[in-house]
């Protein structure tokens, strides 16, 4: 593994605001670096990206992990200048509470804020620290003077709007990798750092390969469509941390069932024992409130198997963090995997 490329790629990609449906700068970013590692690309008409990697067989597999992360839309605009929220999948609100944003209009201007609660001063309103935290009690305050609807509507700011927040990225001496949408843009630069393996080295897989960026995955169609002559699909997303769950940040993990059922038992086992003999670390775990882009394929009548692995990611949908050792275990189980 090529870390400094790895880490610089994904702290690169974790700087391009991509909300679900706002991922066109990211999917760009990702179109260009790979077509510069010498590969062909696509992007379908939903806005995945779509990179082929030939191979000693014609059998076609896939590989997939999403652009896409959870985010923000201007649902209104209040009378005293501050936005009503709803939310672009599924984050954890409270945790967005006193978090800055970014907010895009449609004439491409930039407005930046701040996510708070309805009560957000602890001298001015008795329920500051037990207001339930949700679409219905947080807002935006924009930092622009505004007094009131007319005043935000000049910015050109209006319902719709998409609201992007801050990751906080950092990545420490002990190698830890802090940020937010780690899920799944983690799993992107573990991808693309694979592509810059077969790359460098010229290495040949077992399996034709299509490697897939997909961009709607957190509100649950990225992988409907996928090529059809795909009979695999890996997806690599994050895996789990927490009660009842044996994965740590310093796995890769292999996920046998989550939410949509078991995934394939065959391409399973055959994950578990190549990260048996490669001495990886590695958990095999149940995901029971989780779902993928592979869940989404075979619940499109696509006709494959499906099988899913990813770093663990401690925290998710909040204040997320894995380490370098995750990430270099899920790049050697990817390895293996597309060589045999």
């Not at 700011?157 to 990798?177: E, L, R, V």
């Amino acid at each position: 593994m090529n870390k400094e490329y790895t880490l610089n790629l994904a702290e690169e990609i974790l700087k391009i605001d991509s909300p679900s449906g706002f991922t066109s700068n990211v999917i760009a970013f990702l179109k260009t670096e790979a077509e510069r590692l010498g590969f062909k690309t696509s992007v379908t008409q939903k806005g995945n990206l779509v990179i082929e990697v030939e191979g000693e067989s014609q059998e076609a597999r896939g590989v997939c992990a999403h652009a896409d992360t959870l985010g923000l839309m201007v649902r209104s605009i209040k009378s005293d200048g501050k936005l009503a929220v709803t939310k672009v999948g599924g984050p954890i609100m409270n945790t967005l509470d006193g978090e800055y944003c970014r907010i895009y209009t449609r004439n491409g201007k930039v407005v930046t804020g701040t996510i708070l609660s309805n009560s957000p001063s602890i001298h001015v309103y008795k329920d500051a620290t037990t207001l339930e935290r949700n679409e219905d009690t947080m807002e935006v305050r924009i930092d622009e003077v505004v007094k009131n609807k007319e005043d935000v509507e000049k910015l050109g700011i209006c319902n719709g709007d998409f609201i992007a927040i801050d990751t906080k990225t950092q990545i420490t001496p002990s190698g830890f990798i802090k940020s937010r949408f780690l899920d799944d843009k983690l799993s992107v630069a573990i991808l693309f750092s694979t592509l810059e393996m077969i790359s460098t080295h010229k290495m040949k897989l077992s399996h034709k390969t299509y490697f897939m960026i997909t961009v709607y995955e957190e509100v649950g169609h990225g992988g409907a469509w996928i090529p059809n002559d795909i009979t695999e699909l890996l997806g690599v997303d994050m895996g789990c941390i927490g009660t009842d769950l044996a994965c740590t940040e310093y796995d890769v993990s292999i996920c046998a069932k989550d939410s949509s059922g078991p995934y394939d038992y065959d391409m399973t086992t055959k994950l578990i024992e190549i990260a048996k003999k490669e001495k990886l670390n590695y958990a095999v775990d149940i995901y029971p409130m989780y779902g993928s882009d592979v869940s989404t394929a075979l619940k499109s009548s696509n006709n494959i198997k499906g099988a899913l692995i990813g770093p663990g990611v401690h925290a998710s949908h909040g204040m997320e963090r894995s380490h370098i050792q995750a990430v270099e275990s899920s790049i050697k189980l990817l390895i293996e995997y597309l060589s045999n």
